[in-house]
């Protein structure tokens, strides 16, 4: 069965740390994960996307590694802002039926405290 | 670009009552789906329509919900009768044709069934 685990469920960090977001994923076939962060009333927002041959990819302070092997991402977080307290989703694409459909993660909920 | 517009923004209604949730896709834009999101199971695929055909139904709960495309600009969602178990926030998301990585997301409209 298709799945996506994302861990921790919530996390709580203080402004200016670093944090790291991980995504297990159990999907096939695999045609590219993402990062969407959700800000509360708000639909997501797509962070990052990366496919089966990249390992990193960085956007601004958020950068996701993807290692295919393994299947496993993450999402770290540089200097964390008040601004970054949201759900982070991890979004993982498997071209399935003769169209590319969306697995989702149940999110991490982080909050930054000042 | 306005993105995708949906509304109501938010609605509650009584049990028993027809709910229709609207949605304007990204101008250009050929595919459209429909998500539900609740807090047990996150961000679940109801309908995918590409070129205004419903391609994928699959994750419609059941008979009481249908959605319509009858045009590149607009689809609706409906929900009759509506239940409790309903209540959930409910998303729009477009795509360009060719970019399988650019699905924008609406802000959803949050439905609670009383």
């Known amino acids: 069965k298709n799945q996506v685990e994302q861990s921790p469920q919530s996390l709580i960090i203080l402004e200016g740390k670093n944090c790291t977001l991980q995504?297990?994923?159990?999907?096939?076939?695999?045609?590219?994960l993402r990062w969407y962060k959700q800000d509360t009333g708000r639909g997501p927002v797509s962070l990052t996307i990366?496919?089966?041959?990249?390992n990193t990819k960085s956007n601004g302070r958020y950068t996701a590694t993807l290692d295919a092997d393994t299947k496993q991402s993450s999402l770290h977080i540089t200097a964390s802002q008040l601004s970054d307290s949201a759900s982070y989703i991890c979004?993982?694409?498997?071209?399935?039926?003769?169209?590319?459909?969306?697995?989702f993660g149940a999110g991490t909920r982080l909050a930054v405290h000042p | 670009d306005a993105g995708v517009i949906q509304s109501p923004r938010h609605e509650v209604t009584e049990m028993g009552q027809e709910v229709t949730l609207r949605c304007k896709p990204i101008?250009?834009?050929?595919?459209l789906f429909w998500y539900r999101q609740t807090m047990m199971r996150g961000l679940e695929l109801l309908i995918y329509?590409?070129?205004?055909?419903?391609?994928?139904d699959s994750g419609m709960p059941e008979d009481r919900f249908s959605a319509k495309m009858p045009n590149a600009s607009f689809s609706t969602l409906k929900i009759q009768p509506s239940e409790p178990r309903d209540s959930a926030v409910y998303f729009c998301?477009?795509?360009?044709?060719?970019?399988?990585?650019?699905?924008?997301f609406g802000s959803g409209t949050r439905l609670t069934v009383v």
């Open positions: 979004v993982v694409t498997s071209f399935s039926g003769g169209y590319n459909k969306l697995i």
């Open positions: 101008s250009g834009h050929n595919s």
């Open positions: 329509f590409n070129n205004n055909v419903p391609i994928d």
């Open positions: 995504c297990n994923y159990t999907v096939s076939p695999f045609s590219n």
């Open positions: 990366m496919t089966f041959s990249e």
């Open positions: 998301a477009s795509r360009g044709q060719g970019d399988i990585y650019g699905y924008t």
